[in-house]
């Protein structure tokens, strides 16, 4: 009986590395695509706007957009762990506390490459940003490890209001926009491209990785 229960738990354990490995890997695209779209200044999405907007507001150049996430995040937290810690867990830390490094990373990845700063290649580094964050929000969806500190505080505010998720999740990103915007935050084309083709773009990615990826690691809610 005590080796089977032992064995369960190396492959409970094992399982569980193994989705925070792949939710690093989420966490990493989410960040170079947001130094890549912040730095082709052509908009960013909701939250990018408002780190970007808070990151003008303290006078830091675009290598400072990294360190700006790690404040934002944090702050979030903290905000949650008052109102509501519930929504807080082990996805939650695991998405916040790299963030700010993987975006610093990705700056200077887009440093190392650069980009010529004319329009045609502004897009295509928007593109790459758009795209690489829409596949890494859909990673860290699909490996169902817990939530961001944006989502946790749509949460809270659903409860509050009592109403659906999307709802509190437009009343979000609405008030993000505005005070990232205020701020100084870039809004542009990628800010209509995230508000219409991200929703799909994600959940398409997420589900094509629970049926190649996950299907074949054999990862599913009911295995942890």
């Not at 675009?62 to 944090?74: D, E, K």
């Not at 980009?115 to 169902?144: K, V």
């Not at 817990?146 to 409860?159: E, H, N, S, V, W």
Request: glycine share 10%.
């Amino acid at each position: 009986m005590d080796s089977f229960i032992n064995k369960i738990k190396k492959e409970y354990n094992k399982i569980f590395l193994v989705k925070i490995a792949i939710a690093l890997i989420g966490v990493a695209f989410i960040g170079f695509g947001i130094a890549f779209n912040s730095a082709a200044m052509l908009g960013n999405d909701a939250v990018a706007i408002l780190y970007d907007g808070v990151r003008n507001a303290c006078r830091l150049p675009q290598s400072g957009l990294g360190i700006i996430t790690n404040v934002v995040n944090y702050s979030l937290i903290i905000i949650v762990v008052i109102l509501n810690r519930r929504y807080i867990n082990i996805g939650t830390f695991i998405y916040t506390i790299p963030m700010g490094t993987f975006v610093g990373i990705g700056a200077k990845i887009y440093d190392y490459i650069n980009f010529p700063f004319i329009l045609e290649w502004r897009i295509l580094s928007a593109i790459c940003g758009c795209s690489m964050i829409f596949i890494g929000l859909g990673i860290f969806i699909a490996i169902d490890i817990g939530l961001d500190p944006f989502t946790c505080i749509a949460m809270i505010l659903r409860d509050k209001i009592k109403s659906q998720f999307r709802t509190a999740k437009i009343i979000c990103d609405i008030t993000s926009v505005t005070i990232g915007f205020t701020l100084g935050g870039k809004a542009g084309l990628v800010t209509a491209i995230a508000a219409f083709a991200g929703g799909p773009s994600i959940q398409f990615v997420s589900e094509l990785f629970k049926k190649v990826v996950l299907v074949h690691l054999k990862i599913n809610k009911d295995k942890i």
